[in-house]
């Protein structure tokens, strides 16, 4: 696709988001730009997020686990404050599908859980290629239902947990949701209640932001876009799919509250206002916040970006409150 019509952004983005994006390019120089395999991709991309997973928030105890899925064990890590049972935050990384892990994410993880005083649960599911839709959505499912039927192993009250993720993480949080639902799966001994979703892909394959955004700074050209999908799926018909295409999905029957985030200057930004007119018209509890001046991923940035650090506050006062 022509990149012609693409919008200049530059006065557009926010001087902290765009201080940001300069040290990004320094750590990690034309990772989207350049022709690299996907195993050189994830290693520029885990040594440039370690920068800034620094300075974190302080939690005091750190578990890792290790889930037992229908495809493989999982590595899963819990993050907590306080040790007695409390509700609980299940985050799911973002990377488009092929890159991300809790280590990538650690920055939003600590700041999830210092702001909601909850433990946070953050899964490393398979990536892509390797792994193909559904194992990424089904061994998410595998750990929730092991914290459904073992929560006083993981101290935490299934009757009180919310999914959060960013990017690929928010379509599978999501997704996630909705197979729990229509699986029946969700009962008195389990219950969502809230989602939060930042910069998700929930189905739009063309779209006005898709046209005018997207760029070497944030790797999300129509071609990498693309790319993304045709590694996560088997083939093209499972675009279709509507725990792909959640936009099709059944969004009416019993969706908990949802907060939504978008960035201003992100080509996903139609997705995100599409799913929250879809939740607001069937009558569903939801919210949505569109930060300006920055560009997708950028809850990453909360280290220079104070947009970001506010965005996920803004997320858990939401959660908080319903």
Not at 15 to 42: F, T
Not at 152 to 176: E, Y
Not at 206 to 232: A, P, Q, V
Request: proline content about 3%; some cysteine; overall charge negative.
């Amino acid at each position: 696709m022509s990149i012609f019509n693409k919008l200049r952004i530059s006065h557009l983005i926010d001087p902290q988001e765009k201080q940001a994006l300069s040290k990004q390019e320094e750590l990690s120089p034309g990772l989207y730009s350049q022709n690299l395999s996907i195993e050189d991709i994830r290693k520029v991309y885990e040594n440039e997020r370690q920068y800034w997973n620094q300075n974190l928030p302080l939690v005091k105890y750190i578990e890792e686990k290790s889930i037992k899925t229908r495809y493989n064990n999982v590595k899963v890590h819990l993050f907590s404050n306080i040790k007695e049972k409390s509700p609980a935050i299940i985050f799911i990384h973002g990377g488009g599908f092929i890159l991300g892990s809790t280590n990538t994410h650690r920055s939003i993880i600590h700041r999830l859980c210092n702001l909601s005083g909850y433990k946070v649960i953050s899964i490393d599911y398979s990536l892509a290629p390797e792994a193909k839709f559904p194992q990424q959505l089904e061994e998410c499912m595998d750990v929730i239902l092991d914290i459904k039927n073992n929560s006083t192993k993981w101290n935490i009250d299934p009757k009180q947990i919310s999914f959060c993720g960013d990017s690929a993480g928010a379509a599978l949080s999501l997704g996630l949701f909705l197979k729990l639902r229509d699986e029946n799966i969700l009962d008195e001994r389990l219950n969502i209640k809230s989602l939060l979703l930042a910069y998700g892909t929930y189905g739009l394959r063309d779209s006005m932001t898709r046209r005018l955004y997207g760029n070497e700074l944030d790797g999300l050209t129509e071609e990498e876009l693309d790319k993304y999908f045709k590694l996560y799926l088997n083939d093209q018909e499972e675009a279709k799919n509507p725990y792909i295409d959640l936009l099709s999905a059944d969004l009416k029957n019993k969706i908990p509250p949802t907060y939504i985030v978008g960035a201003e200057l992100d080509p996903l930004l139609d997705d995100s206002r599409a799913l929250y007119t879809i939740l607001k018209s069937n009558g569903i509890n939801c919210e949505i916040e569109i930060a300006n001046g920055v560009l997708h991923a950028f809850w990453q940035h909360s280290l220079m970006v104070d947009k970001a650090e506010k965005s996920i506050k803004m997320a858990i006062e939401f959660l908080k409150n319903i």
